[in-house]
Each structure stands twice: as C-alpha cells, then as structure tokens.
C-alpha cells in the first residue's frame, strides 16, 4: 500500500521559513519522480514542484520559484520542501505526491493526507 506522511507543517511568519517532510513507504521510493502540491480553502489544487527520480532535475511553479526548494534522500525515503521568505499567498493545506509534473494534481489517489501551512504574522 502506497503511504505518504508529510509533516513539519505549521504557522510562519512571512520572510520566515519551514521545512516540509514527506516519509514514503508502501512502493520502491527511488524509482519514482516525487512532486509537492497545495490546495489554498476554496480552492482547486495548484502543483508546487517536482524532482526527478535521483534528484538532479526539478522544477518549480512560477508563484513559488526562487523561495522553495525541493529534494530528496532515497536511502531515508523522504521528500522534502524547504520554504523560504513564505508569503500569505502560501497559505494551503500541502501534499506530497508520487509522480512529476503538473498533472499529479489529477490524481488524489497517490496524495498525502497533507501538512496545513499558515503564512501569518
């Protein structure tokens, strides 16, 4: 069974910064391409980033480039989100994803059950 647990979610200032963490078990982590996504209240999924299967390819959303960063570390299964300068426009529930692109977001099926990320002062 596939299992995503994300966590390090939380409250942040803006121009702070948060870690995200996502533990994969349930399928051979290194064979797979791994993305982040958001979900903002009210609305629809927006991909975030995606890294590729070694972690020496990703790419990122043009909302988050230059302040997130994305990686991995296959022998610990985990995928991380390093969220630097974090702005309001942040806030949203975040979900680790199995699989690139942008059209994992038509996919619930490999999701997380997500980290709650609150950009506030």
């Known amino acids: 069974e596939v299992q995503l647990v994300e966590s390090g979610g939380g409250l942040v200032q803006p121009g702070g910064s948060l870690r995200l963490s996502c533990a994969a078990s349930g399928f051979y982590f290194g064979i797979y391409d791994m993305s982040w996504v958001r979900q903002a209240p009210g609305k629809g999924p927006e991909w975030v980033s995606s890294?590729?299967?070694?972690?020496?390819?990703?790419d990122y959303a043009d909302s988050v480039k230059g302040r997130f960063t994305i990686s991995r570390d296959n022998a610990k299964k985990t995928l991380y989100l390093q969220m630097n300068s974090p702005k309001p426009g942040d806030t949203a529930g975040y979900y680790c994803?199995?699989?690139?692109?942008?059209?994992?977001?038509?996919?619930?099926?490999?999701w997380g059950q997500g980290t709650q990320v609150t950009v506030s002062s």
């Open positions: 890294i590729n299967l070694v972690g020496r390819s990703t």
């Open positions: 994803a199995r699989g690139g692109g942008a059209s994992v977001v038509e996919n619930r099926n490999y």
